[in-house]
């Protein structure tokens, strides 16, 4: 059960897209398609931003899409805003149980 | 209002135990998958346990296999954490979170409560 890796950080200016990648093995992101990504914001709880690799919650903004290739998943988000400033983690499911990403800050510049 | 309240958390010594409670509200609790989900201090997140919606499925991490036990009582719209032989690295925030889907366990944490601070130290 190795987490599965993340970039520390990643940024962009307010307007642009930045993308971050989720790298595991075939026994949990590139076997299944339960891929979901959380934003946390300083001592606030994980927030679900997608679910089954590409779907989105009722509630978060269109701005948030996800994807899958092979054993990497990947969360993109366009138009930063300020508010988008966070933590952010991708998880998978990796047969009957579940591992978190390293995490991600993203920095709006 | 869809809520999850933590407690049970607190200061213990390496090696006791400690019981953690999840009391839900505001959705139909015995439909859906629960799951514990912890954070060091200034670290990461971390899959601690699930229980499918009747207790008939039951994961753990492999770092606390054989030390905690998830259980849940439907008539109480709780779920529960047994954490025995405590370890250093055990110290954490717990959160307590709802799978997103009915019956099916998908491993989406929809609903989060605000966690409960467990203390490991002598």
């Known amino acids: 059960q190795s987490a599965l890796t993340q970039p520390p950080s990643a940024s962009g200016s307010p307007g642009q897209s930045v993308t971050i990648s989720c790298t595991g093995t075939s026994s949990d992101v590139g076997g299944y398609n339960y891929v979901s990504w959380y934003q946390q914001h300083p001592g606030k709880a994980p927030k679900l931003m997608i679910y089954e690799v590409s779907k989105r919650p009722s509630g978060v903004p269109d701005r948030f899409s996800g994807s899958k290739s092979g054993n990497t998943a990947s969360l993109t988000v366009s138009g930063l805003q300020a508010e988008d400033e966070a933590d952010y983690y991708c998880?998978?499911?990796?047969?009957?149980?579940?591992?978190f990403g390293t995490g991600t800050k993203v920095t709006v510049l | 209002e869809v809520q999850l309240v933590e407690s049970g958390g607190g200061l213990v010594q390496p090696g006791r135990s400690l019981r953690l409670s999840c009391a839900a509200s505001?959705?139909?609790?015995?439909?859906?998958?629960m799951h514990w989900v912890r954070q060091a201090p200034g670290k990461g997140l971390e899959w601690v346990s699930g229980i499918s919606w009747n207790s008939g499925s039951i994961g753990y991490a492999d770092s606390v296999k054989g030390r905690f036990t998830i259980s849940r009582d439907n008539a109480k719209n709780s779920l529960y954490l047994q954490m025995n032989s405590l370890r250093a690295e055990d110290m954490a925030l717990y959160y307590c979170a709802k799978d997103m889907e009915v019956v099916v366990i998908t491993y989406a944490f929809d609903i989060w409560g605000q966690g409960t601070m467990v203390t490991v130290s002598s």
């Open positions: 998880s998978s499911y990796a047969g009957s149980n579940n591992v």
């Open positions: 505001g959705f139909t609790f015995d439909d859906y998958a």
